[in-house]
């Protein structure tokens, strides 16, 4: 089965500095999309970010973009300027395949 | 009103109960999924339906059964409810083109 594996329970960050949080993937098709979402303590899933297999470029919204290294099967979130309100849980996730990894907690120190 | 709309919010239940949880979509899309959120182990597939007469067990379907009365309802039973299965509780919808879930708001749910 394909698997989604992210490695970093927790994580912190000074405010304004960058982060990156990782996300590895197993797969054998070739085509395939990967996603991260944003759960604040709110409690709800937020869409953040998406990398198609095809994609010639790294994708990027905003202060978000993927660190894609398909050769390494891994798609890693990084986060520019944090602010507070980027403290939240991160998941990364597969399309097509429907799992999601266990999730990182970042937090944001000010 | 909320794209996707899950009901209820919270629930507290006892063991051995019976117990459903609802969601309806207005997005139109096909596809159509329930996933719990455990601590430490991310969202866990459930069930999942990509059209009204599709329905496919997911990684941890066991002690669950779901209904899909209709493209915008998807609704999942806990037939007799049991304290592991405390859990934050969402449904998702998709559709075959644009890639992504939308997310419902999630059900809290505890089994005492």
């Known amino acids: 089965a394909q698997k989604i594996t992210q490695t970093q329970p927790g994580m912190f960050v000074q405010e304004k500095e960058a982060v990156t949080l990782d996300c590895t993937y197993d797969?054998?098709?070739?085509?395939?999309?990967l996603f991260w979402y944003k759960q604040p303590s709110s409690g709800e899933m937020i869409f953040l970010i998406y990398?198609?297999?095809?994609?010639?470029q790294n994708a990027t919204e905003g202060r978000y973009s993927l660190n894609f290294q398909k050769a390494r099967k891994s798609a890693n979130l990084v986060i520019s300027a944090s602010q507070l309100g980027d403290s939240a849980m991160y998941f990364c996730?597969?399309?097509?395949?429907?799992?999601f990894g266990a999730g990182t907690r970042l937090t944001v120190k000010p | 009103d909320a794209d996707v709309t899950q009901t209820p919010r919270n629930r507290i239940t006892k063991t051995g109960k019976r117990i459903m949880l609802e969601c309806s979509q207005t997005?139109?899309?096909?596809?159509m999924y329930w996933y719990r959120q455990d601590p430490g182990l991310g969202l866990r597939l459930i069930y999942y339906?990509?059209?009204?007469?599709?329905?496919n067990k997911g990684e941890i379907s066991d002690g669950y059964s779901v209904s899909r009365q209709a493209q915008a309802k998807f609704s999942l039973s806990l037939e007799s409810a049991i304290p592991n299965q405390t859990a934050l509780y969402f449904c998702?919808?998709?559709?075959?083109?644009?890639?992504?879930?939308?997310f419902g708001s999630g059900t809290r749910l505890t089994v005492v």
């Open positions: 996730a597969m399309w097509g395949d429907m799992r």
């Open positions: 998702a919808t998709s559709d075959r083109v644009n890639y992504g879930y939308t």
């Open positions: 339906s990509f059209d009204v007469k599709d329905i």
């Open positions: 797969t054998s098709d070739p085509s395939y999309g």
């Open positions: 990398q198609g297999s095809y994609d010639q």
């Open positions: 997005k139109g899309h096909d596809r």
